[in-house]
């Protein structure tokens, strides 16, 4: 069986390497076997991140209930992100996160810092396959490098039918261990992001910049559990229930993150490297429910997360197909989402204060609100391929969680709204 | 208070027709015409919730639900 799998895959990759170089494949009847999803996502924020994100899936039926699932990622990123630091009336320096280079922010305008680009890879394979009569199993990892980013994970799954099949239980289990080594290394909790003007010479500035920095790299390691139950209601809806739980241990910061101080004025006395703590449990309640309605097909979810830095989140999410011909679909998409601060999210630090334990001013685990609004396009083509296009607004609102803007800083900008607009074309063969 | 009552009851009523209902949950093997649908599965397009999965993971400060919160990507 083993070498008839492994027969399959050598045909396979022979039939497409033949494929690629303009030959006609022989063993065409084998590629049948397999099954290609493509797509391509161009993701653009308003003056902020650009991002464009390729995937290639395989899954090849190997008989008897078995599936191999290949996955390729390419993505790259490039554009300004949101540092943390708060805007002020007049122009401010910031030194780049790799220490090397500085960059000035307007009067008013909200800090981000210019010089963020990355690109990813990732692979992923799973396999699938019947245990027993009414038992499934899979097991798969994935592999995923950025240039500062490295991430290693293992899954696997366990699921029963009962009652005709009409009720399934699973069980999930996830392991990653990911390796962040930021350009510069890692600052110290709340190092001050120094400025080479403040320095006589680069070498006193280098050795300052040096001291702030203790490590070169640093790992977290997250641990997920998913329990879930799917359940046919009637012939025309189905319905799934998931519980999660995700505990993470490691490096949570984010090393290009700054956190204000500012005096009783508003005014900017220094920036300092953010910090997070280096453990979060995740839980979560996910209810997805699909309905055949008169021809059109309703994809209706919610999702209560919940975790011990006090964010909590509420998601919902609605898909609805309509077909318009035989071949052609349009799908209206809509999604709200809306948290709660976590407990250590702060705007700025008021200089009086004394310095808590953890901080971050980083929008993204503030309180805030987002929608998506979109709409897909698809068409059945010849031998079951589909072509489909997607096009999504994606508007982030940060709110004021009762923070006092003292002085300057009542007349800046402190919750920036983000739109971004996201495009996608997809291909399955 | 008497309208309290008659909801009372209202609600309790619809509360024991969901439970009848359940005995009769599900659907028999040739009866699947339509749940069988690529469009009904519950991930019916993969590659859209795993691009959005993506996309929100980095722009938000919840993961997970639908699958593994996991890691996988140190993005901004």
């Known amino acids: ?429 | 208070m008497k309208l309290k009552k008659i909801l009372g009851a209202g609600l309790t009523l619809l509360l024991l027709s969901q439970l009848t209902a359940c005995s009769t949950l599900g659907v028999k093997p040739w009866q699947r015409d339509t749940l069988a649908k690529e469009e009904m599965a519950l991930n019916s397009a993969p590659l859209d919730n795993r691009l959005d999965d993506h996309i929100y993971f980095s722009k938000e400060g919840s993961s997970g639900g639908r699958s593994f919160a996991g890691g996988g990507c140190g993005c901004n």
């Open chain 1, 1 to 429: 069986m083993q070498l008839k799998q492994l027969a399959n895959i050598s045909m396979a990759l022979a039939a497409a390497s033949c494929a690629a170089l303009g030959q006609q494949a022989e063993a065409g009847t084998l590629l049948d076997d397999w099954q290609f999803n493509s797509a391509i996502l161009l993701y653009n924020e308003t003056d902020r991140v650009s991002a464009g994100e390729a995937i290639l899936t395989a899954r090849g039926d190997f008989g008897d209930d078995k599936y191999l699932n290949l996955g390729l990622v390419v993505d790259a990123l490039t554009g300004a992100s949101a540092t943390g630091a708060v805007a002020q009336p007049y122009v401010q320096s910031f030194t780049r996160p790799s220490g090397r280079g500085s960059y000035d922010v307007a009067p008013g305008v909200t800090p981000l810092d210019d010089t963020f680009h990355d690109t990813r890879v990732q692979l992923d394979a799973s396999w699938e396959q019947p245990l027993a009569t009414n038992w499934r199993a899979s097991g798969g990892g994935h592999l995923s490098k950025e240039y500062d980013y490295l991430s290693m994970g293992l899954n696997g799954s366990l699921a029963r039918d009962f009652n005709q099949k009409n009720t399934t239980v699973s069980l999930g289990l996830g392991y990653s261990h990911d390796t962040i080594s930021p350009e510069g290394g890692i600052a110290t909790a709340f190092a001050p992001m120094l400025l080479r003007s403040d320095y006589a010479d680069d070498s006193s500035y280098q050795a300052a910049f040096d001291a702030t920095r203790d490590r070169a790299d640093d790992t977290k390691d997250t641990l997920d559990v998913l329990l879930g139950l799917t359940q046919v209601i009637n012939r025309n809806w189905l319905m799934q229930l998931n519980y999660s739980l995700s505990m993470a241990d490691g490096y949570m910061t984010d090393p290009f993150k700054l956190v204000s101080v500012v005096n009783a004025n508003g005014e900017v006395q220094q920036n300092l490297y953010e910090n997070r703590p280096d453990q979060r449990t995740k839980h979560s309640v996910y209810w997805q429910n699909k309905l055949h309605l008169g021809g059109s097909y309703l994809d209706a979810s919610y999702r209560y997360m919940w975790d011990d830095w006090e964010l909590t989140s509420h998601t919902a999410d609605l898909k609805w197909r309509l077909p318009m011909t035989d071949r052609w679909y349009v799908e209206p998409q809509f999604r709200y989402y809306q948290q709660s601060a976590a407990e250590f999210y702060q705007p700025f630090i008021l200089q009086a204060e004394p310095l808590p334990q953890y901080v971050s001013a980083d929008y993204r685990i503030g309180k805030m609100n987002t929608y998506t609004v979109g709409a897909k396009f698809g068409t059945k083509l010849a031998q079951g391929n589909e072509l489909s296009f997607r096009i999504a607004l994606y508007q982030q609102n940060p709110q004021n969680d009762r923070v006092a803007a003292p002085g300057v800083l009542a007349n800046v900008e402190l919750y920036e709204k983000v739109t971004a607009v996201m495009a996608q074309v997809s291909y399955s063969f």
